[in-house]
């Protein structure tokens, strides 16, 4: 693993993008801001070697983004979308970027809060871990053949709290410990879809475990949020492309159509 090497690019500049900006500047790095309706190719004119290219845009958007990505670009890549895999940056032929599931939020106007450490793998984990812990968000770096776990867990979190959430509402806190009978179910069947969607084999109970650790060390984090029926739809979609039964997850989409 390698330090980052100068210049970094920052494509989404949002509350998540900007705290990686302000972390890489802290370390020092000049970074190459990119926003919403930048023309990419004129951008990778004017930094056409970047050290590292931080994709920061949301993951509805992430897929378009990649497939303009300019190819000088694309074996500096680093992702830290939420619901990411393999398959979504395999598909655009990048090999080997850096990658963070990220374990801290940043909402307009708040602080950003660390809920747990992020891990990092990747070309550039060293130098993003670094950059991270240099502005107070702790981060470790893991071994790469691990990541595809931590992200599994990261969208085991964040499907279950969000899908489970939409009938019960509330903290994620309350939503595993006090209602089992429907986060349990949605859990076992997140995962289900998950393992369709990745080529190694899930440690269920290590998943399970990192997202349990990560529920308690911030069980007043809200349930759910404006993005959960989009991802109660796309998981329905990965299920029938896998036909997977999910009946928790059918039985909460009828619900919210009745």
């Given amino acids: 693993m390698t330090a980052i090497p100068d210049p970094v690019v920052v494509v989404g500049i949002g509350e998540m993008g900007s ?55 694309r074996d500096a890549v680093m992702l830290i979308q939420n619901e990411l895999l393999p398959r979504d940056w395999t598909r655009h032929g990048i090999v080997a970027p850096t990658v963070a599931p990220v374990w801290f939020e940043k909402k307009p106007g708040r602080d950003t809060k660390v809920i747990v450490p992020t891990p990092v793998a990747g070309p550039h984990a060293e130098g993003v871990v670094t950059a991270l812990e240099g502005i107070g968000i702790a981060a470790r770096h893991v071994p790469d053949v691990q990541i595809v776990g931590h992200l599994v867990a990261k969208n085991l979190y964040i499907l279950t709290a969000n899908i489970a959430g939409l009938v019960t509402g509330g903290t994620v806190g309350a939503l595993w410990h006090e209602h089992g009978e429907i986060s349990r179910p949605v859990a076992d069947e997140v995962l289900a879809i998950q393992a369709t969607l990745v080529d190694t084999p899930i440690d269920r109970d290590a998943v399970l475990a990192e997202m349990i650790d990560a529920i308690d060390a911030d069980p007043d984090h809200g349930a759910t949020g404006r993005s959960a029926p989009r991802r109660l739809t796309r998981a329905l979609d990965h299920a029938d492309a896998a036909g997977l039964a999910v009946p928790t997850l059918r039985s909460i989409a009828r619900d919210l159509r009745t």
Avoid: K, M, N, Q
């Fill in 19 to 73: 705290v990686f900006a302000r972390a890489f500047l802290r370390a020092g790095h000049p970074v190459f801001p990119v926003l919403r309706g930048t023309d990419l190719a004129a951008a990778a004119s004017a930094v056409p070697a970047p050290g590292l290219v931080l994709v920061a845009v949301g993951e509805d958007a992430l897929d378009p983004v990649l497939a303009s990505l300019p190819s000088t670009w």
